[in-house]
């Protein structure tokens, strides 16, 4: 045999692989240019924030932000929602910090429990807290999410923290209790968001109060919807539906949802999740104009 013949099919296997070669080599470059831009991106975003309170939610801010860490100040054009990709970067940002409180609230906690209502308080307390540098400027970055290009964003913040404040609060139901929870939490936070940018008192003392009261209200309204069969019904499956909208519109990956949870709600013969994924298109409109209503809109800011 050979030589030529002996490497003659090495030579066409090489030959095939070649294509496929280049185009793996491209995919990871590109790869590798998307995370080196997004580096870029967050380091003129976290820049940008302590311009926020003087300049306010804008380009300008971008710019500065840009300039701040050795880029042009034309560099604000990477950003294609502009003061809106800064409101996201701030609230996804503080949700990551949020996220290391309640963890340092369940140790803390471990010794000396608390029940999971004061610990949703304490959450929304701290969360409430890294708003505080940027009140005066809020009812801006609330406008700006308020827009239908930001309202994804806006909304997939929110789901995210008020899942992990359930979550660490102790939350593992598998019932329409995960639903109501959430959807109760967010109409917590908001409502309290709202008084605090217009809150004087001090250090904030009225806003913690109205956060209690609401959270003492919001408690006995989930045991009595909890507890009745017929009058909370409906309720349920609006909760249920509306939750499972959001999803559907902000293609929410992550929330604290496991296998061991799919398999219990399976096995108690629940509806699947996946089923309620495929709600008529001709719901989604008004379910997220009641949320967002409820959320954003509908409030006078003084």
Same mark, same amino acid.
């Given at each position: 045999?050979?030589?030529?013949?002996?490497?003659?099919?090495?030579?066409?296997?090489?030959?095939?692989?070649?294509?496929?070669?280049?185009?793996?080599?491209?995919?990871?470059?590109?790869?590798?240019?998307?995370?080196? &831009?997004?580096?870029?991106?967050?380091?003129?975003?976290?820049?940008?924030?302590?311009?926020?309170?003087?300049?306010?939610?804008?380009?300008?801010?971008?710019?500065?932000?840009? &300039?701040?860490?050795?880029?042009?100040?034309?560099?604000?054009?990477?950003?294609?929602?502009?003061?809106?990709?800064?409101?996201?970067?701030?609230?996804?940002?503080?949700?990551?910090?949020?996220?290391?409180?309640?963890?340092?609230?369940?140790?803390?906690?471990?010794?000396?429990?608390?029940?999971?209502?004061?610990?949703? &308080?304490?959450?929304?307390?701290?969360?409430?807290?890294?708003?505080?540098?940027?009140?005066?400027?809020?009812?801006?970055?609330?406008?700006?999410?308020?827009?239908?290009?930001?309202?994804?964003?806006?909304?997939?913040?929110?789901?995210?923290?008020?899942?992990?404040?359930?979550?660490?609060?102790?939350?593992?139901?598998?019932?329409?209790?995960?639903?109501?929870?959430?959807?109760?939490?967010?109409?917590?936070?908001?409502?309290?968001?709202?008084?605090?940018?217009?809150?004087?008192?001090?250090?904030?003392?009225?806003?913690?109060?109205?956060?209690?009261?609401?959270?003492?209200?919001?408690?006995?309204?989930?045991?009595?919807?909890?507890?009745?069969?017929?009058?909370?019904?409906?309720?349920?499956?609006?909760?249920?539906?509306?939750?499972?909208?959001?999803?559907?519109?902000?293609?929410?990956?992550?929330?604290?949802?496991?296998?061991?949870?799919?398999?219990?709600?399976?096995?108690?013969?629940? &509806?699947?999740?996946?089923?309620?994924?495929?709600?008529?298109?001709?719901?989604?409109?008004?379910?997220?104009?009641?949320?967002?209503?409820?959320?954003?809109?509908?409030?006078?800011?003084?």
């Amino acid at each position: 045999m050979s030589l030529v013949s002996l490497f003659s099919p090495l030579r066409i296997s090489l030959k095939n692989v070649y294509p496929i070669w280049n185009v793996y080599k491209k995919n990871v470059s590109l790869a590798a240019s998307d995370k080196y &831009e997004e580096e870029i991106r967050n380091k003129i975003l976290a820049a940008s924030l302590p311009f926020v309170i003087e300049l306010g939610w804008t380009k300008e801010c971008l710019s500065k932000g840009a &300039e701040q860490v050795g880029y042009p100040g034309i560099s604000h054009g990477m950003f294609t929602r502009g003061a809106g990709d800064l409101v996201h970067y701030f609230n996804t940002s503080s949700n990551e910090k949020l996220v290391e409180t309640l963890k340092q609230f369940q140790e803390e906690y471990e010794q000396k429990p608390i029940t999971p209502g004061e610990f949703v &308080e304490l959450a929304i307390a701290a969360k409430l807290k890294m708003l505080v540098p940027y009140k005066n400027r809020w009812p801006q970055a609330i406008a700006i999410m308020s827009l239908p290009p930001n309202v994804p964003n806006a909304l997939a913040a929110l789901l995210a923290m008020v899942d992990d404040i359930c979550y660490y609060a102790g939350d593992r139901s598998v019932d329409f209790n995960w639903y109501m929870r959430r959807l109760g939490v967010a109409g917590v936070y908001k409502a309290t968001e709202l008084y605090l940018i217009q809150d004087k008192s001090e250090n904030h003392a009225d806003t913690m109060e109205f956060l209690k009261r609401r959270m003492e209200e919001a408690v006995q309204l989930h045991d009595i919807i909890s507890k009745s069969d017929i009058a909370g019904q409906g309720a349920k499956d609006v909760a249920k539906s509306a939750f499972v909208t959001i999803l559907i519109l902000t293609n929410s990956k992550f929330l604290h949802i496991d296998k061991e949870r799919e398999r219990e709600r399976d096995n108690r013969n629940t &509806e699947n999740r996946h089923a309620i994924y495929t709600l008529q298109r001709k719901y989604i409109t008004s379910y997220i104009s009641i949320i967002w209503k409820a959320l954003y809109v509908n409030h006078t800011y003084k």
